[in-house]
């Protein structure tokens, strides 16, 4: 069975091989430049080759193909200017820009100096901004700048999708109907096995109240831009508190490091963490926030003797949309491996027929097994894990409390793109969590052996940012910009009694 999964992976991987961001144009003719123009595309390709070499790609954001100074992600890549403003697309322009600026500082500080002097580190900067400047306005830009698919068309024809897709369906529709019947329980029926271990947010040392910080303005995109402070004052208001079925340490909440003398990603566990980011979505034809947590937990422990599911690491992460008036909306999650894409949306939106356009009745689409209330300013949403599997079983609001339960840190998640890596050869060096594939290696799940038909590659593993195909029947994605307005309707008006 390895050996033939391997084969098929390797086959269908062949034809989804990287593309050389260098061969296309604009920058493969400036390259051929004798001028300050082609000096500045050699010294992005220097060190693009460098990055390569030392293994530090990051792949948060994709290179666009012909423009390697800029990146693109899937909100940005829809934001593409139609024949819009000036302002705007120098906005959208400035998006990428701002992409790469950040990846770039990644890999160069996990690369190190051995790889990438401070010169050239420094000239990378300079260079970027002329070369922006001398493509705009790019023609072929909005061609050019979209996101790689992380579902592989080859590996659905070689695993007889068409046919298979259907026994995933059926794990589907069991797995959802047990977990309709857990959310169903009333709370003090819950089913557990160890003991429940309630972890809350550490309350950040200058918090601003949110009512004293004006709603956030939008650039020319309409992107709001949430200041400093807005940002720090969103993320711990709505980071939610979690109870957790403790058996043993691998139920325990912890930070991301490297172990075993930097040999591989653990989770300690004598740090409570929770990593946030703001991300962005579209609701009703305007871009909303989103606060995005991540917890993490050393292991999936198996259940039997035969659990494709365990495994090293594991987590859940909570994510937020929040409306113009940053009031949330919906609250969804996920696994840090894509899987499990549970809804649960607030009485302010009301969830549309299904299936929706494109998307087949068979289609592993929209899952809503609770709705939930908004929680007012003093509350917050708990979430109820479960031991081993940390599954959510239920979310409640209750009154917000930090004294009671561990606390947890908040930390940006971009710590886990430059950890700090205590291998013998760089022993102050740091190397993100994830690989040039976007993968946490060693986590890997005996899963991958059976869902690869579904055409992402090792089903089960942890993985980044920008690369959580949530949908083993049909095609979606976590940081899809258009997955709100097609699941649900807004502006519902609220039925909430209290």
Excluded at 54 to 79: E, H, I, K, N
Excluded at 192 to 214: C, E, F, I, S
Excluded at 239 to 265: H, K, M, S
Aim: proline content about 7%; overall charge neutral; glycine content about 8%.
């Amino acid at each position: 069975m390895k050996v033939a999964h391997a084969a098929f992976i390797s086959l269908a991987l062949a034809g989804c091989a990287s593309v050389d961001p260098y061969a296309g144009a604009p920058i493969a003719a400036k390259l051929k430049r004798d001028d300050a123009l082609g000096d500045c595309a050699r010294l992005l390709q220097r060190v693009d080759r460098a990055i390569e070499t030392a293994g530090v790609r990051d792949v948060q954001s994709a290179q666009v193909r012909g423009f390697p100074y800029l990146r693109v992600d899937r909100l940005t890549a829809r934001l593409a200017p139609a024949g819009g403003s000036a302002e705007a697309n120098d906005a959208w322009i400035d998006r990428m820009v701002a992409l790469d600026r950040e990846a770039r500082a990644v890999e160069v500080a996990n690369a190190g100096q051995a790889f990438v002097s401070a010169r050239d580190a420094a000239g990378v900067e300079n260079c970027r901004t002329r070369l922006a400047e001398a493509d705009r306005p790019a023609g072929g830009l909005a061609k050019a700048a979209q996101v790689p698919d992380d579902y592989s068309t080859t590996m659905r024809a070689l695993g007889l999708y068409a046919v298979t897709k259907f026994a995933f369906t059926s794990g589907i529709r069991k797995w959802r109907a047990e977990t309709r019947a857990v959310h169903a329980l009333p709370l003090a029926q819950l089913p557990h096995l160890g003991d429940r271990v309630r972890y809350a947010p550490k309350p950040p040392l200058l918090l601003a109240g949110l009512d004293t910080l004006p709603l956030p303005s939008a650039d020319a995109l309409g992107v709001p831009q949430l200041s400093p402070a807005l940002t720090e004052a969103l993320i711990a208001r709505h980071a939610p508190a979690i109870e957790v079925d403790t058996v043993d340490g691998n139920d325990r909440l912890g930070q991301l490091a490297w172990g075993d003398g930097g040999a591989r990603v653990v989770a300690d566990t004598t740090r409570p963490v929770a990593y946030a980011r703001v991300a962005y979505t579209r609701l009703a034809g305007r871009v909303v926030a989103q606060l995005v947590y991540t917890f993490w937990f050393p292991a999936r422990s198996p259940s039997g003797d035969f659990d494709r599911l365990a495994g090293a690491l594991d987590g859940v992460i909570w994510r937020v949309t929040l409306g113009a008036d940053l009031k949330p909306l919906v609250y969804d999650t996920i696994r840090p491996s894509g899987c499990y894409h549970v809804f649960y949306p607030t009485a302010d939106v009301r969830e549309r027929p299904v299936p929706p356009q494109g998307e087949s009745r068979d289609d592993d689409g929209l899952f809503v097994p609770q709705r939930v209330d908004a929680p007012r300013e003093n509350e917050r949403q708990l979430l109820y894990i479960a031991a081993r599997t940390h599954d959510v079983r239920r979310v409640a609001v209750v009154t917000d409390d930090p004294e009671r339960g561990v606390p947890y840190e908040l930390r940006d998640e971009n710590d886990l793109r430059v950890l700090p890596w205590p291998n013998e050869s760089a022993p102050r060096g740091t190397r993100s969590a994830y690989g040039p594939d976007a993968l946490i290696a060693g986590t890997e799940r005996s899963e991958r052996f059976f869902a690869w038909p579904s055409g992402i590659d090792s089903v089960g593993q942890m993985r980044q940012w920008g690369h959580h195909a949530t949908a083993l029947v049909g095609r979606r994605y976590f940081d899809d910009p258009d997955l709100f307005d097609r699941y649900f309707e807004f502006g519902v008006a609220s039925t909430d009694p209290r």
